[in-house]
């Protein structure tokens, strides 16, 4: 378990790298508030109109997460210039991504926003569905296969000895699922576009100006089916109701459904290390027992 002063400490060691790096490049911050800390620490450099975005989590799981952050940044300023409605990449100073203290860090325009919005269902699928339709003409490159990561985060996790409560044979069977799973996904019979990669309501603010997108670290070109079992999953609102409101929404979700539980899974173990709490580690414990109940019934079929 690592303590709360170790979070504490690291948390701090990326604000520097931020800051410091900001000030090199031009932008003073007095006053730096951290405005999360989970995957990435995402940092407002106050009172500049800057974000700092450094990568903390992720850069742990995958080791070429500034190939990622540059399709965030590419994607989102691709949008931007198009009108859509997403947090772009800073106009202050270079957006990066750049490399400082061992750390990756992208910088974005401030946006002010209600962080304890809670958005409606019937409001977050058509906004998908524009979102999607904004995309379609992205000519950047995208990875072209599923963000499950399994072997990547099964990585990351022996190398900081934190199995928790994983057993090898849990491993072995996430990483042939993950397999099977991403070959399901992979196999579907349906037009692969450009997809946000994580779009639940989590990832899209509430501003002044109206809804407002970010976090593409996740983006790819596969079926849309992928972000349609993002929003059917997420917790923060009900999902399949949200869906009702994204146009023409019949694909055939279960491969899509299935990858992203899986994906949730593995990063559910890894916040349950580096963020050691009863509640996550209940979370991982309940996904992971519910990963394996249904592995057993599908292996008796």
């Not at 709360?4 to 490049?25: F, G, K, N, S, W």
């Not at 202050?92 to 991504?97: A, C, D, K, R």
């Not at 000895?161 to 069977?173: H, M, Q, R, V």
């Not at 799973?181 to 990669?197: K, Y």
Request: with cysteine; net charge negative.
């Amino acid at each position: 378990m690592i303590r709360h002063d170790r979070i504490e400490a690291d948390t701090a060691r990326a604000v520097q790298a931020a800051t410091e790096l900001a000030t090199q490049l031009g932008v003073r911050s007095d006053a730096p508030t951290v405005l999360s800390n989970g995957s990435n620490v995402i940092l407002h450099l106050t009172p500049a109109p800057v974000v700092a975005r450094v990568a903390t989590l992720t850069a742990l799981v995958r080791p070429a997460v500034a190939a990622n952050l540059a399709n965030d940044l590419a994607l989102a300023d691709y949008l931007a210039d198009q009108g859509a409605p997403v947090v772009a990449p800073s106009r202050e100073l270079p957006p990066g991504p750049h490399h400082a203290d061992g750390y990756t860090i992208t910088f974005w325009t401030y946006v002010p926003h209600e962080p304890r919005h809670t958005w409606q269902p019937a409001e977050v699928g058509p906004l998908l569905a524009d979102l999607h339709t904004a995309m379609r003409g992205f000519p950047g490159e995208l990875q072209d296969t599923p963000p499950i990561e399994v072997a990547e985060v099964l990585s990351a996790l022996r190398r900081v000895d934190a199995f928790g409560p994983l057993t090898e044979t849990d491993t072995a069977n996430l990483l042939a699922d993950a397999t099977a799973v991403t070959n399901d996904i992979m196999n579907t019979d349906h037009e692969t576009v450009p997809l946000h990669g994580d779009a639940h309501p989590g990832n899209l603010l509430c501003t002044p100006d109206g809804p407002v997108w970010t976090d593409f670290e996740d983006a790819w070109r596969g079926p849309l089916g992928w972000d349609l079992a993002c929003l059917a999953l997420t917790s923060r609102l009900d999902g399949r109701a949200a869906l009702v409101g994204y146009p023409h929404a019949h694909e055939e979700l279960a491969p899509f459904l299935a990858g992203r539980r899986l994906q949730t899974l593995v990063w559910s173990l890894v916040f349950c290390w580096r963020f050691p709490t009863e509640e996550r580690t209940h979370d991982a414990n309940h996904r992971l027992q519910h990963w394996r109940t249904s592995l057993t019934a599908e292996q008796g079929q």
